[in-house]
């Protein structure tokens, strides 16, 4: 039977995580970093290669990558992704999940439909990391195929739920793509890795109105077919 005290530990890990976007400016020390990165890489791959790299910021050098973030995104040209990450055309239920997570965040924001200098200025937030102390850049060998990105995926919700373990928040984020060539400039990525996504890591501001969206999440019986039981 499973120690129930840990049960509830794990659960409320899980289910605590959200995407925070306003940081309070209290520095994480680099040993937590560390350490919050041992415990995901724990995560199981294929073969056990462990296909993530991670590039992580604090102070002037964060603040270097963001400025550079922010006039590349003042220009108004939005270079290429080099990955599709969404589908190129959105199809239900997934077309109405994310306008409905978009509306209920502008709606917290005050920001209304047509609005758009407002909503552009709120996903140019993204690239400062909401203003997180760290920011986190994942990249991945060019070679590496799908299964490895399936694994990578799971890295990085240890990432996201390890934090949660140690008091910290998060924001994975891929509003980084289109900007892949500033990134690997500035951190010196070297040409065999590409950029996976990056994430905001620090702690919550408690009350920032941003910060109270809760998101849905449908049921297990919607998305999972259950046979044996009851037979």
Not at 99 to 112: A, E, N, S, T
Request: proline share 7%.
């Amino acid at each position: 039977m499973a120690d129930a005290a840990a049960q509830a530990a794990v659960e409320a890990a899980i289910t605590s995580r959200r995407s925070i976007r306003a940081f309070l400016p209290k520095p994480v020390p680099q040993a937590d970093v560390e350490h919050l990165l041992d415990v995901a890489a724990r995560a199981p791959s294929g073969s056990n290669i462990q296909p993530w790299k991670v590039h992580a910021l604090t102070g002037a050098p964060l603040k270097r990558l963001c400025d550079a973030l922010m006039a590349e995104h003042a220009s108004g040209i939005t270079p290429d992704s080099e990955y599709q990450y969404y589908p190129r055309k959105f199809f239900e239920p997934f077309h109405s999940r994310r306008r409905k997570v978009g509306w209920d965040l502008y709606g917290l924001l005050g920001i209304g439909k047509g609005e758009n200098e407002r909503m552009r200025a709120q996903h140019g937030r993204n690239l400062i990391f909401f203003g997180a102390p760290v920011g986190l850049i994942f990249t991945i060998h060019r070679e590496l195929e799908q299964g490895s990105w399936l694994d990578y995926g799971m890295f990085l919700q240890n990432v996201m739920v390890a934090a949660r373990g140690m008091g910290l928040d998060t924001c994975p984020q891929a509003a980084f793509m289109p900007y892949h060539r500033t990134i690997q400039t500035m951190l010196e990525i070297p040409p065999e890795e590409m950029l996976v996504c990056g994430m905001a890591l620090g702690y919550a501001v408690p009350d920032a109105v941003e910060n109270g969206l809760v998101t849905e999440r449908a049921p297990a019986r919607e998305f999972a077919r259950f046979a044996g039981w009851g037979d």
